[in-house]
């Protein structure tokens, strides 16, 4: 692997839980065992009711790309040398949002609501991120 | 009758003009821009006793020494001030500053506020710096950062989805970018003064999609301040103050994954709240200055603001009501997209234009009878959404 030169993500006690998830190819996300809320980015607390009683959970991995854009230039400088690429915003079927980037795709195919899947990306040793592909249409 | 509606008034502006100035330091600009606002309100200086610096972005030691009092050296307040705190919320630290200077005047803890806003994002930082900067900020560290967010990310991911949404054009977003010049073309402290047709906007690369080259904002040096005193004294001061007549805001989010998806259920409120305040609707309103950053944003609140149907705005701007001239005329300064990117100081020049244009002093480019304008703010990545309705009867 060629040294990896992009910001990677910071590590905290939560956010290991998720990319220890990564790493075993589980996305994980979070629900209040309280009210029942769907909770992404994880969190200590519940986004409604306030309780610390969360569970991780695991998402099947499948969504909508609920926006895009395809970066030509002016990207950030650690970015420069890999555009085009895409960035999204992902509406996940479980009802939490998740940036990341469309990959293995036609950048000019890409459309928002389009049917997108989890692809796991190793990065460094320690880290895998969840990355998005335009997944085929059901069978 | 709402205890806040009316009670108090901007009466005194400053602004030096937006732009790349090498060779204007950053205390040089601040000082003038708040020497202008006193002498434009009439406040006697020893009056002046709360100094309200917006944060600067672009240097931190400038923003450290602002937060320790250096304008109220600078300014010689320093046997009458009575605080010297800032208030910073990104782009929408002008609603903040207005809302809480109009705060201490109506509980009686101040009876003058200067707030003031000096920046100098053209020249005064690194260009891949300040990207790097605003590609940090209100980004998750945890689950963001890997994937190449930046504000022109942002951009294009704001326009996609309201294209998509709304049927809005490519063309109708170039449009807002033509009107905003030709405003600027008007306003001798803009930075992007030269006129664009909506198809020259068109025929720029793409940066990152749909955002093109000539609808980015550039970022520039500039500086603003204002004046807030009691009404009840406004009316002695000066001939026109600008009364605060509504304001309303919604903060909502931190990141651009969570801000809302419903931005008219989210952030409509903040309209609703200020119009039922200011005690008037949005016929009424005379001129828009809203806060930009970059063009859908305007068209998102020209909807937020009920100024027109959802997903009609577009076409309100490529017919030419926003532009001079127009039934509609919205941010008359140019905006950030061609006054120029000055950090939290886009949202200060939106509210000193509408300040403007009650009073009746903004020259070539004033609107006939403004005697209600709305204006708008907004900070981080879009965490937050604030109304002001300013007018010329309290
Ligand atoms: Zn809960």
Redesign the interface.
């Known amino acids: 692997m060629t040294e990896y030169t992009?910001?990677?993500?910071?590590?905290?006690d939560?956010?290991r839980v998720?990319y220890d998830g990564c790493k075993e190819r589980k996305l994980l996300y979070q629900q209040c065992r309280e009210c029942g809320e769907v909770i992404f980015?994880?969190k200590k607390i519940c986004s409604n009711c306030m309780s610390r009683d969360l569970e991780w959970k695991q998402s099947q991995g499948r969504g909508k790309i609920?926006?895009?854009?395809?970066?030509?230039?002016?990207?950030?400088?650690?970015?420069a040398k890999?555009t085009p690429?895409a960035?999204?915003?992902i509406?996940m079927d479980e009802g939490f949002?998740?940036?990341?980037?469309i990959v293995d795709c036609d950048?000019d195919k890409l459309?928002?609501?389009l049917p997108v899947e989890v692809v796991f990306q190793p990065?460094t040793p320690d880290i895998t991120?969840p990355k998005f592909r335009p997944r085929p249409p059901a069978r | 009758m709402n205890r806040f509606r009316g009670k108090t008034a901007i009466v005194g502006i400053g602004e030096v003009p937006t732009g790349h100035f090498p060779e204007r330091s950053f205390v040089d600009a601040a000082i003038t821009v708040c020497e202008a606002a006193i002498k434009d309100s009439g406040v006697p200086k020893h009056a002046v006793d709360t100094i309200i610096p917006i944060g600067v972005v672009s240097n931190p030691l400038d923003n450290a020494n602002v937060v320790c009092s250096w304008l109220v050296e600078e300014l010689g307040l320093g046997k009458t001030a009575k605080s010297n705190f800032q208030v910073m919320s990104g782009g929408s630290s002008s609603a903040n500053a207005l809302k809480t200077a109009s705060s201490l005047v109506l509980a009686g803890l101040s009876q003058a506020v200067l707030v003031v806003h000096c920046d100098r994002l053209g020249t005064g930082i690194d260009f891949n710096a300040a990207v790097t900067a605003f590609a940090r900020a209100s980004v998750s560290q945890e689950y963001e950062v890997p994937y190449g967010w930046g504000q022109l990310g942002l951009a294009g991911l704001l326009q996609q989805r309201y294209m998509y949404e709304t049927g809005t054009t490519e063309r109708q977003i170039a449009s807002v970018v033509e009107s905003l010049r030709k405003w600027a073309a008007l306003n001798p402290n803009a930075m992007m003064r030269k006129l664009r047709t909506a198809d020259e906007i068109l025929d720029s690369p793409v940066i990152s999609s749909p955002v093109r080259k000539r609808t980015m904002n550039v970022l520039a040096d500039g500086a603003a301040a204002f004046i807030v005193t009691s009404a009840e004294w406004a009316k002695d001061l000066t001939d026109q103050p600008a009364y605060v007549l509504g304001v309303g805001s919604r903060c909502t989010n931190f990141t651009s994954t969570q801000q809302p998806k419903n931005y008219h259920a989210a952030w409509g409120p903040a309209a609703d709240e200020a119009y039922t305040m200011a005690g008037i609707q949005p016929k009424d309103v005379k001129v828009a200055e809203i806060y930009d950053a970059f063009p859908t944003f305007i068209l998102i609140t020209m909807e937020l603001l009920k100024l027109c149907e959802l997903g009609e705005a577009g076409r309100l701007v490529e017919n030419g009501h926003t532009s001079p001239g127009g039934r509609l005329p919205v941010s008359t300064n140019g905006a950030m997209m061609a006054q120029g990117h000055t950090g939290a100081g886009g949202g200060v020049a939106i509210l000193v234009e509408a300040a403007r244009q009650v009073m009746g002093k903004a020259g070539e480019r004033q609107v006939p009878n403004a005697d209600i304008v709305v204006e708008t703010a907004s900070g981080g990545v879009g965490m937050d959404f604030h109304v002001g309705v300013l007018g010329r009867e309290a």
Request: proline share 12%; glycine share 0%; charged share 10%.
């Open positions: 992009k910001p990677l993500p910071l590590i905290t939560l956010s998720f980015f994880p609920h926006s895009f854009t395809v970066t030509y230039s002016y990207a950030p400088p650690e970015f890999d690429y960035l999204s915003i509406a949002y998740i940036m990341s980037n950048f459309v928002c609501d990065v991120l």
